[in-house]
């Protein structure tokens, strides 16, 4: 098992080990096994499964999917709304503004939650446009049960948005039942428990 903090620093130069799990067209592997320091307690987590976003034919990020080794949920949606330590790791593939960002997340949320997230959704395009990527920074956004959820984007810079839907939101992005890519749904849950 691995501690965040080596995580974070591993896995896009991790290469060959039994326990991770590579993803397919990329050369970022994810471990199986994580701690997630949440205030003050470390919580295992076990990877869902892993996925490569593209758009059109040029890859954007690499995505590992982890939920608490507890919680059991046995299909995408599950995972999606299931209120419990859960978070997304994105390593990104290549460049990509803030505004780009922004502008991804801000069309992911409203095409696949009918709720309304105005100040949560201001707060959250007014950080990423803020936030460029370059190529090989790590974002990962954990949602924290009952509480919402805390997006850290490449080590610099951070922010937590307290609504357990709005988060729940971000992942129906990608595990929701219209999500921003089926090959990203499948991958993120190939390896349920």
Do not use: C
């Amino acid at each position: 098992m691995i501690a965040l903090a080596t995580f974070l620093a591993l896995v896009p130069l991790t290469t060959g080990a039994d326990d991770t799990v590579p993803v397919q067209g990329s050369n970022v592997r994810f471990p199986v096994l994580v701690q997630f320091p949440d205030n003050g307690q470390s919580v295992e987590m076990g990877l869902t499964g892993v996925a490569l976003r593209k758009k059109l034919i040029i890859s954007v990020y690499s995505m590992g999917s982890y939920l608490d080794k507890t919680v059991k949920v046995a299909t995408p949606e599950e995972l999606a709304t299931v209120d419990a330590a859960k978070w997304l790791f994105l390593v990104m593939e290549r460049d990509v503004s803030g505004a780009d960002m922004a502008a991804a997340l801000r069309m992911g949320i409203e095409q696949t939650s009918p709720k309304d997230f105005q100040p949560e959704m201001a707060r959250l395009v007014t950080f990423f446009e803020k936030q460029s990527v370059r190529k090989g920074d790590r974002v990962w956004l954990a949602h924290r049960p009952g509480k919402g959820v805390l997006i850290n984007v490449a080590g610099r810079e951070q922010i937590e948005i307290a609504n357990v839907n709005f988060s729940k939101a971000i992942w129906n992005i990608y595990l929701g039942p219209t999500p921003v890519a089926e090959t990203v749904k499948v991958g993120l849950v190939s390896r349920l428990w």
